[in-house]
Structures are given as structure tokens and as C-alpha cells.
């Protein structure tokens, strides 16, 4: 749903953050669904693969030198320490995408968001919100994947995660699906009018603008 197709755009960059079990790979994967226009960021983790997850396709699995190394080349957006395992986004593939026009949706954790802000003002920051405590954890019970430990420290980092939220330029609470799908969405359309998108458009009206008949 482009305005127009005399200025394309570049890519839009957004970025979804929420305490585990809230709703953000459900909604995340509607929204890539219904919207076709998101490239695929795949992250350098220096993690061993899980299950079926195959090198370049889930992630780049890397050794932790080849990380260090690829970090103080700066070939790095963003990385962060999870769980003891870095993660990384690489600068290289996220240009040539949004150069593209190609909008890139990214899953990553808060302090990721919080320097790719840094790099890429024109970005969408979202910040997904359980409707309370009680909902959070019945989501993270009724998913089923977690063990009772995992589920005690997912519902203990919640809270540190939620003093977090206000980094962020929206809130959405996810308590009814549809209604939060529906304002993700309006969020991802509002994105794309950002004047960063297409920085040369208005003076290019204004230049041609005696000339348009
Ligand atoms: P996250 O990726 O944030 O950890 P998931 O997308 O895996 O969370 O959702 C956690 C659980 O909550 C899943 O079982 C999912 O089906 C359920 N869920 C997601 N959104 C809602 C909602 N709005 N209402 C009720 N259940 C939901
Ligand atoms: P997992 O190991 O379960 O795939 O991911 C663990 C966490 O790392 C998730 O919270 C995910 O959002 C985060 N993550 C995955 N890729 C990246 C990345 O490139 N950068 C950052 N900062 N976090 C990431």
C-alpha cells in the first residue's frame, strides 16, 4: 500500500520488544504475513543451534572470536549479551535492504533496540505490553514450551523489562489480539510517511513545481 510511486522510499526499520510471553512472535509473524514487504535479518550468535535451525537460515552461528572480531571491525548495528551468548545484527545487509526499499522487522532484545535508535532514527520502536501480571503468566504457562523454573525467571525479568518500556515511542497493550494487530499495523503505515523515508520528496515538488501541468 504505497502513496505513490513516483518517490519510493527507503526501507522502514521496526523494531518489536516485550517481556517473554506477551504476544510478540504471534503478533510479529501475523504482521509478516499480511505485510510483504519485510526482509529477513538474520543475526550472528555465537549460541550452538537448537533443534532443526540451520547456519543461515535461523541464524549465522559464529565462534565467539569471529564475533569479538567482526565487533571491533564495527561490522556490527548492534549486538548484546543474552543469557551469556552474543548476538549481533550486521550493518551491511540491513543498508542494502532498506536501499532497496525492503522494510526489515527485527526480534531483538532491549538493549539491541536501544542502539539501533541510535543508528537509525527514522525507525519504528515498539514496545508490546501484558494486559497485567496475572494474564503474562497464564500466556507463559499455556504456551507450553517453558519448564516451571524457566517460567519463575521469565515472570522475576518482567518486571526489570517493563522499567524499560518508556525507551520506546509506542506502547501496545496486547489483551484482545485483533485490536493490538490492528494498531501494529497503523504503527508500520504511520512508519512508512516518515519525512527520513524520502528526504529528497518535497524538494523535488518544490523544484518541479511551476513546471507540473
Ligand atoms: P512471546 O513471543 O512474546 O514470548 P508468544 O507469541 O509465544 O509470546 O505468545 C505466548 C502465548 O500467549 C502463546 O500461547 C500465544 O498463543 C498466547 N497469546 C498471544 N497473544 C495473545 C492474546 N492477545 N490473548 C491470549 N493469548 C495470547
Ligand atoms: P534465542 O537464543 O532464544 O534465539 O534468542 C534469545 C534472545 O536473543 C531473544 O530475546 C532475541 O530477541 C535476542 N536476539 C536474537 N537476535 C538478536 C540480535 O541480533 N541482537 C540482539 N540484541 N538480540 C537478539
Redesign the pocket.
Same mark, same amino acid.
Given at each position: 500500500m504505497e502513496d505513490t510511486e513516483k518517490y519510493p522510499r527507503q526501507g522502514l526499520i521496526m523494531v518489536v520488544c @516485550?517481556?517473554?510471553? =506477551?504476544?510478540?512472535? =504471534? +503478533?510479529?509473524s501475523r504482521l509478516r504475513e499480511e505485510i510483504s514487504n519485510f526482509g529477513f535479518s538474520i543475526s550472528y550468535t555465537t549460541r550452538a543451534p537448537r533443534g532443526q535451525e540451520r547456519d543461515g537460515r535461523e541464524y549465522h552461528f559464529v565462534s565467539r572470536d569471529k564475533f569479538i572480531a567482526m565487533r571491533s571491525r564495527g561490522e556490527f548495528a548492534e549486538w548484546a549479551e543474552v543469557h551469556g551468548n552474543f548476538y549481533g545484527t550486521a550493518i551491511k545487509p540491513i543498508h542494502d535492504m532498506l536501499g532497496e526499499g525492503k522494510d526489515i522487522l527485527f526480534d531483538i532484545d532491549v538493549q539491541g533496540a536501544l542502539q539501533l535508535r541510535k543508528a537509525f532514527p527514522n525507525g519504528v520502536f515498539v514496545y +508490546?505490553l501484558p494486559p497485567s501480571k496475572v494474564?503474562l503468566e497464564r /500466556? +507463559?504457562r499455556? /504456551?507450553?514450551?517453558d519448564s516451571e523454573e524457566t517460567i519463575v525467571k521469565r515472570m522475576d525479568n518482567a518486571l526489570g523489562e517493563l522499567k524499560q518500556a518508556h525507551e520506546f515511542d509506542y506502547w501496545i497493550v496486547?489483551?484482545? +489480539?485483533g485490536v @493490538?494487530f490492528e494498531q501494529l499495523k497503523a504503527v508500520y503505515y504511520a512508519g512508512c510517511t516518515k519525512p527520513g523515508l524520502r528526504p529528497e520528496m518535497v524538494a523535488d515538488m518544490i523544484n518541479t513545481w511551476r513546471d507540473d501541468v
Open positions: @516485550a517481556p517473554s510471553g =506477551t504476544g510478540k512472535s =504471534t +503478533l510479529i +508490546l494474564e /500466556r +507463559l499455556g /504456551r507450553g514450551t496486547n489483551d484482545d +489480539l @493490538a
